[in-house]
């Protein structure tokens, strides 16, 4: 099976934000809960809290927008175009799984629509944005794939745009880097770029 991450992988951007953006537009009440947003990713920044805890602030804007699964549907009518010719036409495979960062809520609906059969992505809750077990990021990526197909399962080919998902590279016969349209070996990008600091879940 070939897994994928989503944002800047398969997707062009990050849907997260631009989400955000879609339902500051059509959902202008939100807006009150942007001063939060910017404190709790100040302090983020300055590592005093998660990433989990920032997020999770973040997606507070859920409860000023109403019923988020149709929000979502209407979003993805306007967004779906942003997925990767490069996905489209040259790495789609019958079996895909994506595994990613993003709520679960939000990403499950375009794989859905891209007819990906299986989806592992953050639990936040689509009307409070609570997160329902831990942020689906780093070694987590791993131990939600072995839930679903077993401790030992083995990736054909994984595909992602950052060096944080390593541990889903490692457990891969194949890893490759997406940055844009082009694909790079993961090796090659690692040795190039590997000693940058990645942020991790915690302070």
Not at 25 to 42: E, K, R, S, Y
Not at 60 to 88: A, M
Not at 109 to 128: F, K, N
Request: glycine letters at 6%; one cysteine or more.
């Amino acid at each position: 099976m070939n897994v994928y991450d989503f944002d800047e992988t398969i997707y062009r951007g990050d849907s997260t934000v631009d989400f955000f953006r879609y339902c500051l537009l059509h959902h202008p009440a939100m807006a009150v809960t942007l001063p939060n947003t910017a404190v709790q990713f100040g302090r983020y920044f300055a590592k005093r809290q998660s990433k989990t805890r920032t997020k999770e602030e973040m997606y507070k804007f859920l409860r000023c927008i109403g019923d988020t699964p149709r929000v979502v549907e209407q979003f993805w009518k306007s967004h779906i175009s942003n997925i990767k010719p490069l996905y489209l036409e040259n790495l789609r495979e019958k079996n895909d799984v994506v595994i990613s960062a993003s709520p679960e809520f939000l990403v499950k609906p375009a794989c859905v629509l891209l007819g990906i059969p299986v989806v592992m992505a953050s639990r936040v809750d689509p009307y409070t944005g609570r997160y329902q077990g831990k942020n689906c990021w780093g070694d987590e990526k791993v131990q939600r794939f072995y839930e679903a197909f077993g401790e030992g399962a083995r990736i054909d080919k994984f595909y992602s745009d950052s060096l944080s998902d390593a541990p889903l590279a490692r457990i891969a016969d194949e890893a490759w880097i997406i940055r844009g349209s082009k694909l790079v070996p993961w090796n090659v990008w690692e040795h190039q770029h590997g000693k940058k600091k990645l942020w991790s879940e915690t302070r």
